[in-house]
Each structure stands twice: as structure tokens, then as C-alpha cells.
């Protein structure tokens, strides 16, 4: 895990409080995994799809703050492929895609024991110093 990435994620509370732990991250990439608890679910019986936007997004941080300077979300997007439900465990796998200028574009896939049940695509923006 990169100086920046370390550094970014001591000072995270809001993923450190879903249980959401950094299990790899590299240059332009990064994996997160999250247990989903019952107090995640809503009145539907499934997972609050906040939850997986939140692990999603937090592997999209750590991938494209991999490259140093401090990095931020322009944009996101998720479609929902499969109902997730209390006690799975969650893995969001961030892969960038491209970058140019200050822009980048990064995807994750959220999965469940190998199945799909999520897809995110993150813009991010680096902040000028």
C-alpha cells in the first residue's frame, strides 16, 4: 500500500466505522472488503445499497489516490446486479481505466464469493497544490 494511500486510509473514519478493510492496492488499483451487518439492511430484507456504493467507493479512493497526490470523486455511478444480504461479505475490486490531465476514470466490481453483485464507475479529479 502506497505512503498515500496509508495515510488516506489512518485518517478514514467512515470506512473504518462499516468494517470496510483494505485487502490490496497497487498502482491504479485497489480490492476493499466489507462484511454486511444487519443494521445494513433495509425494510426490504437486503442490503442498503449506500453500503455498497461505500465499499465501492473506497476502493475507488485508494486506487486513484495510488499515484500520490491527493485524489478525489468527480462523479460516480452504480447499477445493482444481485440482492446482497446480511452476513455476506463483500469484496470491491477497483481497476483504473484511464487517466489524463488531473481526470480519471476507474471501475470496481463488487462481488460476493465470485458473483457480481454490483458495478461502480468512478471519475476522479486530483486536487491542484
Do not use: K
Not at 114 to 128: D, I, K, M, P, Y
Amino acid at each position: 500500500m502506497s505512503d498515500a494511500v496509508s495515510s488516506m486510509m489512518a485518517q478514514d473514519v467512515a470506512s473504518r466505522s462499516l468494517g470496510i478493510d483494505v485487502v490490496s492496492s497497487g498502482v491504479g488499483e485497489a480490492v476493499t472488503q466489507m462484511t454486511v451487518r444487519a443494521d445494513m439492511v433495509n425494510g426490504h430484507g437486503i442490503a442498503h445499497g449506500a453500503f455498497l456504493f461505500a465499499v465501492a467507493d473506497t476502493a475507488f479512493a485508494c486506487a486513484c489516490n495510488s499515484h500520490g497526490p491527493v485524489t478525489v470523486a468527480a462523479g460516480a455511478d452504480i447499477t445493482f446486479v444481485a440482492p446482497v444480504h446480511a452476513g455476506d461479505v463483500l469484496q470491491a475490486h477497483a481497476v483504473e481505466r484511464t487517466r489524463w490531465g488531473r481526470s480519471g476514470i476507474y471501475d470496481v466490481a463488487i462481488t460476493r464469493a465470485g458473483e457480481v453483485v454490483a458495478e461502480f464507475r468512478g471519475l476522479s479529479r486530483t486536487v491542484a497544490q
